[in-house]
Antibody, heavy 121, light 110 residues
Framework: EVQIVESGGGLVQPGGSLKLSCVVS????????MTWVRRAPGRGLEWVST????????YYPNSMRGRFIVSRDNSKNTLYLQMSSLRAEDTAIYYC??????????????WGQGTQVTVSS | QSVLTQPPSASGTPGQGVSISCSGS????????VHWYQHLPGTAPKLLIY???QRPSGVPDRFSGSRSDTSASLAISGLRSEDEADYYC???????????FGGGTKLTVL
């Protein structure tokens, strides 16, 4: 059974940093690309980042490139999202999702329950 | 402003059918697969349709997808109260080298 569990969310001040983790089980982690998606209050789903199975390729929307860094430790079945220079508009629930195949352009077939990030003074 | 355009809301009565549109461009829907997700706030998003019209195991055949040129649609037949949720289309965008989502459609079952 595929399981995806995010953690690391919390309250952080504007300009601060936070590192999210996503621990997975039930599949060969290194064989699949992984994606972070967020949903802010009153808004829709927004893509945050995608990383290839070997970690060699990463992708970000322009609005997050340079502030967010995605990485993975395949030996620990764990995906990370290092967020810095956080702004109030980064307040959201952050979801970790598994891609259906190795390609970064495939659909996300399993998702975690999310972790809440609140940026406020 | 989302790259993919969806109507903000849709509604229907139990047993009826409803369709949700998703409009994009040649760099996303026109050249890559479209996927649809169902999301109830506070829960994990769920893959509903992938590769235009494929259903993952466990998704009822009341849900179907289609694509024409740079637009896609999600159709739901035989509406049930549990279908009340937010629905999102998504596609890889070759120009942006990333995923783009629609703004979401809130489905209300009256």
């Amino acid at each position: 059974e595929v399981q995806i569990v995010e953690s690391g969310g919390g309250l952080v001040q504007p300009g601060g940093s936070l590192k999210l983790s996503c621990v997975v089980s039930g599949f060969k982690f290194s064989a699949y690309a992984m994606t972070w998606v967020r949903r802010a209050p009153g808004r829709g789903l927004e893509w945050v980042s995608t990383i290839s199975g070997d970690g060699g390729s990463t992708y970000y929307p322009n609005s997050m490139r340079g502030r967010f860094i995605v990485s993975r430790d395949n030996s620990k079945n764990t995906l990370y999202l290092q967020m810095s220079s956080l702004r109030a508009e980064d307040t959201a629930i952050y979801y970790c999702a598994k891609e259906a195949i190795a390609a970064v352009t495939s659909q996300s077939d399993y998702w975690g329950q999310g972790t809440q990030v609140t940026v406020s003074s | 402003q989302s790259v993919l355009t969806q109507p903000p809301s849709a509604s229907g009565t139990p047993g009826q059918g409803v369709s949700i549109s998703c409009s994009g461009s040649s760099s996303n829907i026109g050249s890559n697969y479209v996927h649809w997700y169902q999301h109830l706030p506070g829960t994990a998003p769920k893959l509903l349709i992938y590769s235009y019209n494929q259903r993952p195991s466990g998704v009822p055949d009341r849900f179907s997808g289609s694509r024409s040129d740079t637009s896609a649609s999600l159709a739901i037949s035989g509406l049930r109260s549990e279908d009340e949720a937010d629905y999102y289309c998504a596609a890889w965008d070759d120009s942006l080298s990333g995923w783009v989502f629609g703004g979401g459609t809130k489905l209300t079952v009256l």
